[in-house]
């Protein structure tokens, strides 16, 4: 089968990346993708059910295996996450992205079945923590691994970004889950309702990566700065923030010192946690400098402007969301009440 002559994309996710998709239900999911991209040959699809439980429980199963495997896919059947890593087809593979969407147990029997009972919410975690662990075992250095679930209760008490980091796992993004973003998937109940749909509601894609997995980059780092960031090992790890804090220190320290005397220093970033945590005016007031304004930044306002990622993923764009443009000079402005957090 020929191999891609240029990159196909969907949402997240586009061809040149190694796929692997887990707990695929009826596997639309893996259709919408490989549909997307046109070949498949970089995608593994994987199931716990057996070839005769897909047919007895999914309509549609079959047929999209079949157009997977047409595709150039692989896929795989009577896969447990809990040792997938060891898998003799999965053993030596080593994947860019790693997804399970909304993960599920399976329902207990009798006063045990309700989603908020206790003993259902830890056989989830259990779930979803032997899933991580695995998946980090066969993650490149640089890839992700993204777990799609509902966020409201009782599923928000799953904690999932505790049991990733339980793993040495961090979380490097979280975004809304759409249905719309992904035509051809049909979200799927499980048990004996497999075939049916299940109201999505609120969802988050959770995203995570190995600690240490990404090399320092600088983000178009200079007296003008949209960005400055030190490259990923988790966002939200303490660790992680000091390293971002520093680099922002020093680059505050170099670019006081090439700065005019009536010139102004200039970083863009998102104001939303983790990125507050970084405390930004405060390490410009460490180097000696002041606040001077403080400016709503959107991607609008600079036609041709492609904001970028870092290291092993450079060239893919990211959401931008909340952000501001923080504005320092050497002196002290005449309103000294614009010193203050961010």
Request: glycine residues 6%; contains cysteine.
């Amino acid at each position: 089968m020929e191999a891609f002559s240029f990159e196909r994309q969907i949402k997240h996710y586009n061809s040149y990346q190694k796929i692997l998709l887990v707990g695929e239900g009826d596997f639309s999911f893996a259709v919408c993708l490989a549909r997307a991209f046109d070949l498949a040959v970089n995608m593994f699809v994987t199931s716990l059910d057996s070839r005769e439980s897909l047919m007895l429980n999914y309509s549609k199963a079959m047929s999209k295996v079949m157009e997977l495997e047409a595709r150039g896919c692989k896929v795989l059947l009577e896969v447990d996450v809990h040792s997938m890593s060891q898998h003799p087809f999965l053993i030596s593979e080593r994947f860019d992205r790693i997804i399970y969407n909304f993960p599920h147990v399976g329902y207990l029997h009798g006063p045990f079945s309700a989603e908020c009972n206790g003993f259902q919410n830890r056989f989830h975690q259990d779930l979803i923590r032997g899933f991580l662990q695995n998946a980090s075992q066969i993650l490149t250095a640089i890839g992700e691994i993204h777990v799609t679930h509902k966020t409201t209760f009782p599923f928000s008490e799953q904690k999932i970004v505790e049991l990733a980091q339980e793993v040495g796992l961090y979380l490097v993004h979280e975004e809304h889950f759409s249905l719309l973003d992904y035509p051809a998937y049909e979200n799927k109940r499980g048990a004996w309702i497999c075939d049916q749909p299940f109201p999505v509601g609120m969802c988050i894609t959770f995203k995570f990566a190995k600690l240490h997995s990404y090399t320092t980059s600088g983000f178009n780092l200079g007296i003008t700065a949209p960005g400055p960031w030190s490259g990923y090992s988790g966002i939200i790890g303490p660790h992680m923030q000091w390293s971002h804090q520093n680099l922002v220190r020093a680059y505050f320290k170099s670019a006081r010192e090439m700065l005019t005397e009536t010139g102004e220093v200039h970083v863009t970033h998102k104001t939303t946690y983790p990125f507050s945590e970084w405390n930004i005016v405060t390490l410009a007031l460490e180097a000696g400098l002041f606040l001077v304004d403080v400016e709503s930044f959107s991607l609008w306002n600079y036609p041709g402007y492609q904001n970028k990622r870092g290291a092993g993923i450079c060239d893919q764009t990211f959401p931008v969301g909340k952000s501001s443009t923080f504005k320092f000079s050497k002196y002290l402005p005449v309103s000294s009440s614009m010193v203050r957090e961010y």
